[in-house]
Every structure is written in structure tokens, then in C-alpha cells.
């Protein structure tokens, strides 16, 4: 595929595979009666495959996973680099890795396989990669880092675990399967085996494939369709808002490329779900059934903050989530989320460790997250329920062309 | 439907529901152009919804979750009665989790809902309830603890974690929708506030709905596809072997009821993945990619453990696990296994922390997992790459007939 075609996004990147053709032949009947099949060995009914033989290319100009659909399963993973791995040694560390990433994406195995995902399709794999700040100094590349990869600024409210925050690379991986995706995760955690250190790693979700009757945000663990209002992909000013301008010199290398903001967001359920529904809603902005914002309409009707109600009050209340959100509320300032769920059990004091592993790409970090999160610290009603427990921005490269790796133009030049 | 109809298991109880047989009419059309739109508002192609759709029946003479088929994700959570509640507590706790867990098998919102599956289907969940030893003397019905429910004895090599094994109450959740499963566990964690503290909770997966091209026994971690000598609930004698024997009496609550071994076994893949592959066959006794019998055939020729090869050499080593957990070398003992894999992230020694929770159901304990396990601890060439991490037996009652709960037989009689 010839990169020029693939600035746009999801449509022309997400394609089924041969496997997905054949697979989609039989899904009528594997619909009906698939259920009854899987896992004992002998029965014979042919199962759905379209999940599996769903691929997305891994070369292209942006990487892979930043407007791709949000897969069923996630694993955030940080690693640093070990006393001693500098730039040359971070180098082959990403040319193993984008060869491993490039080769599971379509399915094949990659180099010292341990066949845990064999028999499975590539199931919309993406493997997404970037650097921290502190990935700079160690390679002697400190005057190549980028200015929009600023410190995260302390916010309001943060509680922020040290050991689960930062990193020097970040690696997302998100599949449709969650063999596939752990898959991922191990292999390339062994191909940094003597170079880099896990330092932290996050499992996630979301709707699996075809849970639902019909294409839909998907909700959070708060009960809210969570994403509608996401800048889409086919919008106008969608890559000036998302990726990096390109430039020449010193900092090229970022062309194609985006910032990704991770916080882990442990929601407090226990607390939420206090809350009658309609005052839940009065705190997000929209119905929590429909997605509608309270101003009227469906989930995709613009909100119109200037709305009241018949009692002269606001629809949407001053300190509602989507009002203090909105782009016209923040000089404009646009990010796309793309997150997941994540759900790890119950903590010392009896409440869910759930919540959401929140990421946040834009241009600039600036502009986009750190604008809006200032926002919201102090004028959000959602904020009371929330605790931001880890923090890390990535500068992550542009995707890498056939033959090259991610990160190539700037460990290489 | 009548329960004289479920006792034979999966077939006739995994049935599409209403949505499911709508949205298979879609599911062409989904499967080969839904990838790209899934999760951004506004685009409007039909997914596959069969995955939704699929629902499993609660109630019936065995409960579900031990003959069906394995979801793509699971929950396992433990729970301890409060101080001071008894069995009239207890029995009221059952009967909300009954009909919380009817509700949402039916894909209909339990009490109290918080909607985090407003949109989803069923997705085939299941909810299982057991009962610990400790239960019985807490609500005064020690005599009615059936002798089958033995304490675990200790195993060579075992590593236990006390805070992640036993439990007064235990529910299993599956589901191939994880915001399904999530929300499942949620809801009966609330429902048990103030009867019942969680103790512990394990969350695993298996292959996603679609994620291969034709039936296939799920692959575990080592790679291996795991349960291909399961028995087949069609198979003669499954029932008597897996489920507790009619009686009556004290003990006539656990008619078609089964006993649960709960293993959390951490697999040690640094160790494992440094073996070539045919050295792991053989520890196994089976082809990796294939998972034929080392003896020759496909994965379900039966293990001929006499054959030799042309040297001479057992084909299936005097360690194989194939070998040594085959009924034959058990004195016939039989039981189910129906597991998660898990991967919960890297251990403070950099190795993951991942493995199989591991589940077995049988008839009678003693005559099952711990007479194979028994042998296997000793003789098993599988053993030293596997650490049992928790332990747990429960009793699972049968399953309730419509207008009862799970237990009732115990808990009001």
C-alpha cells in the first residue's frame, strides 16, 4: 500500500484479509449455531472468522492505533531502557520490535514465536510505540526531542503513583482477541529482554466485536456512552488537530507523528453510583441511556450550551462534564480519546480498582490535554468522582515506511 | 423450558435470543465492512451482533458455566460472609444474586442496574455460585456439608497465596463481551454489600467469538492447545463423572450439583520459552502447532501411550503430562477442565505474572483433581515450569428452577 493513500484514516486501513473472506462465507451458520461448537474438541460447526481476519497494516504514515476503531483488548506497557542501552542499542531494540509488530499485525509469526496466538487471525492487532522525555537523554538525543513533549504539569486532585507513571518507550497494543493481544505483549517484552525493563503495564477493554446490534460509542465503566463527541478521523482539520505539523530539521522526525497522554482514572463506582441516574446525568451533561445531551435530541446531536429549560435553568448545567469539556470552552482545543476500560479488582478498602486507562492523542500536549485538563480540575462536576492515579506523554513517530522501523529517522540520522 | 430437557448440557442451551437472529441477518454485510465503524459516531454499517445475541438459559437441573462452552473472558471472585451474618443472610444474599444473575443472563438489567451493558446483548453469560468449606460452619449447616467437599490436601511444590485461595462463597462470571463480564461482577459485588466482603478476584480469557477460522481447542500460554482430552458432555458416563450423584437426604441439595477445584497456576514462560519446541513436546506429549499426539494422528486421534518410535523410545515419554494425567494412569479418574488464561503484568523479578486459572469440576474431588494431581506433583515433566499460586474446592449446588435460587434447597430446608 502506497503511504500516500493511508493519511486518512480507518477505512481504507481496516481490511478483512483473505482469512476474513473466507471466514464471512460461513458466518450465517456460525452465527446460528456457533455457540454450541467452541471449545470441545469433535463438534464441527464452523464458527464466525471475521473478528480474527480483520488486519490493519502496520507501515503506513501514521502509526497504527491512533484512528483505528478501539479494539475489545488493551495492554498499556512502559519499559526502561537498562544502565548502560544507549542509542545504538535503543535502535536495534525498535528495529526488533517494529519487525515483530509488523509481522503479528499480518499475521505471521514473528521471530521467536511461542505460538500462543497460532491459530488465530491477526484480529485488528495494532502495536503503537513512543519515547518519553527521559528516552532523550539516555540516547544523547536531547536536542531532537521535541518542544510539544513538555512535563505533565501537576493538576488539582492528582494522586499519582510514581512506579505506574513515566517511562522511557511506551508500547500500545490492542486486538479484538485477547490471546492475540497478550501475544503481543510477551513477544515484544522478550525482544527487550537485555535492553529494557518492563516498568509498568495496564490491561484494558471495550465492546467486544459484535456484542452489540448495531455501531455504537462504547460505555465506560461509569454506565456513560463515553466518546461521542471524538473529533472523527474524516473530519476537516482532523490531522492539523491530531498529528504533528510536519517540519524539516531537527525535529522531522515527528512527521506523521502525534503525542499520546496516558492517566489512569480510577473511578469511584462506590460514590457514582450513589448518585440517582438524573443527577448522573445532570453531572456528564447527556442521558444515560441514549447518549443525548441534555439539550435534546440523539447521542449525534451537536449540544447547544445556550439551551434552558422551561424553569430558565440551563439543560446543560454550568459545571457538567460535557459543557466544561467542550472545544468552545477551551480556546479550541481538540483531542481525540481513545481509551479502555479497566476493571483489576477489589482494593484494600473493599472498592473497585476500576476505571478507565485514559488516552488522549493531539498535536500538541499543550494545547490539547494539558488546556483542557486545567479546565477541568477546577470547574468540572465529574471531577469529584474521579482519581488521575498515573500520568505519561509520548512523542510518538509517524508510522514507519516498508523496510524501516519506527523511530528510524531519528535514532539513524 | 423444562428442565427434564437440559441435563445433556451445551446444546440446548446455547440458543440465540430474539437479537441474536436479528442481527445475524447483518452479519454478511457487517463482517466485511464493520471494522470501519466501530467507535466513531456517525458512520452507520451494521457489525456482527451474534456474539450479543447468544444467551445461555439460567435456570435448569445443572447450573451453567461447567458444560458451557468457554466465553472469551472471566471472572473468579470470592467472598466472605460479614461477622454476624448467618444463613437467614446468606439465603437472602443467594436469592439477589439469583435473580441479578437471571436478569443479566436473559440480557435484561438487574436491580440497581448501573447500565454499563445498556447496549450489549447477552454475549453468553454465565454465573456459577459454589460454596466454601467455611461457609457451612458460619450459617450452623455443618451437617449438611457434603463429605465430598474435602479439605485441599497440601501438594509438592505448592506456593499458596492464603489471601488469594479459599473463600466462604465463590461465582464464577464468563462472558465474550468483557463490559458483560465486568458488569456481571460489579452487580453482584454490590448485591452482596453488607452480607459479604469480596476476598479475592482473578479476571482470565480465552479466544474471542471469531477469532479462528473453524473450532479449535483455546491454546494456553505455553502455546499449547489445552483440553483436547476433555471429556465431551455427550460422551457416556460425562454425567456421572462430573456431577454429584442423585441422593436423598441431608446432602440431596447438591443433586446436580458438581465440585469446583479453583488453581491459580502461574506458568514460568522465561523458563518454558527457553526449551526448543520439540523438547516442550515432549514434556507435553503432543505436537504444539497441531496438537496431535506425539503417537501420531490429529489432535483428537486417542494417545496411544504404548507406541514406540523406531529407536525404540516411547513416543509419548514415561513424563509426558499427556501420560501421566491420562485417566488410564489415574485409575480411570476423570474430570472437566474449563479454565482462563490470565496475564496480569510484569512480577518485581521482571518475569510475567501470567498462567491458567485453572478450574476443575468432577463428581468427587478425591476421586478427581487430587488423585491427578497427586500424581502428577511426583511424576509430571510438566510440573517445573508451573507454580500453583491459590487453591480453593467449593460445592456447586444444582442449578434453580425458575421462581428459586441457587441454594434454596440448602439454605431453607
Redesign the interface.
Known amino acids: 500500500m502506497e503511504e500516500s493513500t493511508e493519511g486518512r484514516g ?2 481504507r486501513r ?3 484479509g483473505a ?7 460461513g ?2 451458520a ?3 449455531a ?21 488486519s490493519v497494516p502496520f507501515h503506513g504514515r501514521h502509526q497504527v492505533g491512533i484512528t483505528t ?2 479494539q ?2 488493551g495492554h498499556l506497557v512502559a519499559f526502561d531502557l537498562r544502565p548502560g542501552a544507549g542509542r545504538a542499542a535503543a535502535a536495534g531494540l525498535m528495529r526488533r520490535w517494529s519487525a515483530a509488530a509488523e509481522a503479528m499485525t499480518a499475521g505471521r509469526p514473528p521471530a521467536g514465536d ?8 491477526p ?2 492487532l495494532t502495536v503503537t510505540f513512543g519515547f518519553g522525555r527521559s528516552f532523550f537523554a539516555k540516547t544523547d538525543l536531547g536536542d531532537r526531542m521535541p518542544a510539544a513533549l513538555v512535563p505533565m504539569p501537576p493538576f488539582p486532585g492528582d494522586a499519582l503513583d510514581h512506579f505506574r507513571s513515566g517511562g522511557d518507550l511506551w508500547i500500545q497494543i490492542g486486538a ?5 493481544a ?1 501475544h503481543a ?2 513477544i515484544l ?2 525482544a527487550a529482554s537485555g535492553t529494557a ?2 516498568r ?4 484494558g ?15 465506560n ?3 456513560q456512552l463515553d ?2 463527541n ?1 473529533p ?2 474524516f473530519a476537516p482539520g482532523f490531522d492539523a488537530e491530531i498529528f504533528a505539523a510536519d517540519t524539516t530539521g531537527p525535529h522531522a522526525w515527528m512527521n506523521g507523528g502525534s503525542y499520546a497522554v496516558v492517566r489512569r482514572i480510577r473511578m469511584l ?1 462506590d460514590t457514582w ?1 450513589k448518585l440517582p ?1 438524573d443527577r448522573q446525568e445532570q453531572v456528564i451533561g447527556r442521558r ?2 441514549t447518549g443525548a445531551p441534555l439539550s435534546g435530541g440523539t ?2 446531536t451537536p449540544v447547544n450550551l445556550a439551551a434552558v429549560r422551561p424553569d430558565g435553568a440551563l439543560a446543560i448545567p454550568g459545571d457538567a462534564h460535557i459543557r466544561v469539556a467542550a472545544p468552545a470552552s477551551n480556546g479550541g482545543a481538540t483531542l481525540l480519546r ?1 481509551g479502555f ?1 479497566y ?4 482494593r484494600p478498602d ?1 472498592a ?1 480498582d ?1 476505571g478507565l486507562l485514559f488516552i488522549a492523542w493531539q498535536a500538541d500536549p499543550t494545547t490539547g490535554f494539558i488546556q483542557v485538563q486545567r479546565k477541568l480540575a477546577g470547574a468540572d462536576g465529574l471531577t469529584r468522582f474521579l482519581r488521575h492515579e498515573s500520568s505519561a506523554i509520548f512523542a510518538v513517530p509517524g508510522g514507519a515506511a516498508s523496510g524501516s522501523y519506527v523511530g528510524q529517522a531519528l535514532l539513524e540520522s
Open positions: 480507518i477505512s481496516c481490511l478483512l482469512a476474513g473472506g473466507a471466514g464471512a462465507a458466518m450465517a456460525g452465527g446460528l456457533g455457540a454450541a461448537g467452541r471449545g470441545w474438541a469433535g463438534d464441527d460447526v464452523p464458527p464466525l472468522a471475521a473478528v480474527g481476519g480483520t476503531p478501539p475489545a483488548y511461542d505460538q500462543i496466538a497460532l491459530d488465530a487471525g484480529s485488528s479484538d482477541d485477547p490471546l492475540v497478550v505483549t510477551r517484552h522478550k525493563a518492563m509498568w503495564q495496564m490491561n477493554f471495550n465492546r467486544a466485536r459484535g456484542a452489540t446490534d448495531r455501531p455504537r460509542t462504547v460505555r465503566l461509569m454506565g466518546g461521542t471524538n472523527h478521523p463506582l453510583e441516574v444515560k441511556d447521542e449525534t481513545r476500560s476493571y483489576d479488582g477489589p473493599g473497585p476500576a
